[in-house]
C-alpha cells in the first residue's frame, strides 16, 4: 500500500504522510490519548453542569441555562487558550519560570485588595464580566517554578538542608497570601505536590519527615484555630450529628450516593440537586453524578482521571529518561496535582475527607479551574509532543549516517 501512494500523481496531505503506513513505527508528532480524556472529560462536564445548575440558575436568574452557557463558554475559551499555549516551547515556560511566580504573587496580592468576597472568602478578581479566581494560575505558575528549581539545583536538593529549604521558602509566601484569602485547600494541594515532587527528585528521608511533620503541626493549627475549620473537621467525622447545621452539605451529598445505588435514577432525575444539596454544580458535583449514574458513573470518572493521572506520570518518567528535567519534574507536578486534586473532591462529596472548596478537574463548573486546567493538559501534550520530534529526529539522523 505504501508503493502505491508513493505513485499516486496527487500531493497527499501532511497529516496522512505523516503516518508510516503499515509499518513498525508510528511517527505521529503528539499523543492523541491526552486530546480524547480531556474532550470526554468536558462533555461529561457540561452535561453534569447543565443537570445540576438548573434548580439554582432558574432561582437566581431567571434561566435555567444560565450556568450551562457560561460553562460552554468556558469550554471554548480553555480551547481557543489551548491551541495557542501549544505553540509555547517548553523552554519558554522554564526561562520565564520566575516571571510567572512573580505574577503568581501578583495575582494573589490584587485579589485580597479588589477582589471580590463570596461566603467570606477574597479569591476572585473581576474583570468584566469574566472572574478570575486567583488561585488557580497560582498553583501552575507554582509548579513551573518548582521544577525549573529543581532542574539548577536538583544536587543542592539532595545533598544539604538549604537547598531544600529555599523552594518551602517560595511555598511559605503563597501560602501566607493564600491564607489572607482565606484558601486551605489550595494551601493544601500545593503542599502535597511540592512534597511528591521533591521525593521523585531524590531528596533525603529525614527531609521528608521533617518537612511532614512541621506541615501536619501547621495545618493542624490552622484547622483548631480557626472554628469553622474545625467545624468542618467535626462535622466531616459525624455528619449526622449535626444534620442541619455543620453537617448539612455532607448529609444531603450522602443520600446523593445512597439514592444513585448501581446504576443511578438516571439523568436528570437527582433530587438533591433540587437547592437541598448547596453548591451541587460545583464542589458536589459528583454526588449528582452518583445519584443519576451510581457506581457505574462515578467508577467511569475514576478511570477517567486515572488514566490521565497515570499517562501524566509516565510521561514524566520517559522524559527524564530522555534527560528532559524540567518537562519530567513539571509532568510529575502536574499528574500529582491532578491526582490529589480530584482525590479530594470526590473525597469531599463521599464523606472520606474533610470539605474542602476544590473543584473536579475539567469537570466542575467554574471558568478559572478549567482554563487552569486546560493549560496543564496541554503543557502535558507539548512535553510528549517534543520528546517524539527528538526520537524522530534522532531516527533520522541515524539513517542519514547509516547511508552515508
Not at 158 to 171: A, C, D, R
Amino acid at each position: 500500500m505504501t508503493s502505491a501512494i508513493k505513485t499516486l500523481p496527487i500531493e497527499l496531505p501532511k497529516w496522512i504522510t505523516n503516518i508510516t503506513i503499515g509499518s513498525e513505527h508510528n511517527t505521529a508528532t503528539f499523543d492523541r490519548s491526552f486530546v480524547v480524556l480531556g474532550l470526554i472529560m468536558y462533555m461529561v462536564g457540561l452535561v453534569m453542569v447543565a443537570t445540576s445548575s438548573m434548580p439554582v440558575a432558574e432561582r437566581l436568574f431567571d434561566n435555567p441555562f444560565h450556568f450551562v452557557i457560561r460553562h460552554g463558554i468556558y469550554i471554548v475559551l480553555s480551547l481557543g487558550i489551548a491551541a495557542i499555549a501549544l505553540q509555547i516551547p517548553m523552554s519558554w515556560w522554564q526561562q520565564n519560570s520566575s516571571y510567572l511566580l512573580g505574577f503568581a504573587i501578583l495575582l494573589l496580592m490584587v485579589v485580597l485588595v479588589v477582589g471580590r468576597t463570596v461566603n467570606g472568602s477574597t479569591r476572585w478578581i473581576v474583570l468584566g464580566p469574566i472572574t478570575v479566581q486567583a488561585a488557580e494560575p497560582a498553583k501552575l505558575f507554582f509548579f513551573c517554578y518548582l521544577a525549573a528549581y529543581l532542574v539548577r539545583r536538583r544536587e543542592q536538593v539532595m545533598e544539604n538542608i538549604k537547598g531544600f529549604v529555599k523552594p518551602l521558602v517560595v511555598f511559605g509566601v503563597l501560602a501566607s497570601l493564600l491564607l489572607m484569602q482565606p484558601d486551605l485547600g489550595t494551601i493544601i494541594v500545593m503542599f502535597v505536590t511540592t512534597f511528591g515532587l521533591l521525593f521523585l527528585a531524590g531528596a533525603k528521608l529525614w527531609q521528608f519527615i521533617g518537612l511532614s511533620s512541621v506541615g501536619v503541626f501547621l495545618l493542624s493549627m490552622l484547622a483548631i484555630f480557626e472554628p469553622y475549620r474545625w467545624r468542618r473537621i467535626t462535622s466531616f467525622l459525624d455528619p449526622w450529628q449535626d444534620p442541619f447545621g455543620s453537617g448539612y452539605q455532607l448529609t444531603q451529598s450522602l443520600m446523593a450516593y445512597g439514592r444513585g445505588e448501581l446504576l443511578g435514577q438516571g439523568l436528570g432525575n437527582s433530587i438533591q440537586k433540587l437547592e437541598y444539596l448547596p453548591e451541587a454544580h460545583t464542589d458536589f458535583v459528583m454526588a449528582v453524578l452518583a445519584e443519576e449514574f451510581g457506581f457505574i458513573g462515578v467508577t467511569f470518572i475514576l478511570l477517567l482521571s486515572m488514566a490521565l493521572v497515570f499517562k501524566a506520570m509516565t510521561l514524566g518518567k520517559k522524559a527524564l529518561a530522555k534527560e528532559k528535567y524540567f518537562e519530567g519534574f513539571l509532568a510529575y507536578a502536574i499528574g500529582i496535582w491532578m491526582c490529589f486534586q480530584a482525590a479530594v473532591n470526590i473525597g469531599a462529596s463521599a464523606g472520606i475527607v474533610p470539605t474542602k472548596g476544590l473543584t473536579m478537574p475539567l469537570i466542575s463548573y467554574g471558568g478559572s479551574s478549567m482554563i487552569t486546567m486546560t493549560i496543564a493538559l496541554v503543557i502535558l501534550i507539548r512535553i510528549d509532543h517534543e520528546i517524539r520530534l527528538q526520537s524522530l529526529q534522532a531516527t533520522s539522523t541515524n539513517r542519514r549516517g547509516a547511508k552515508a
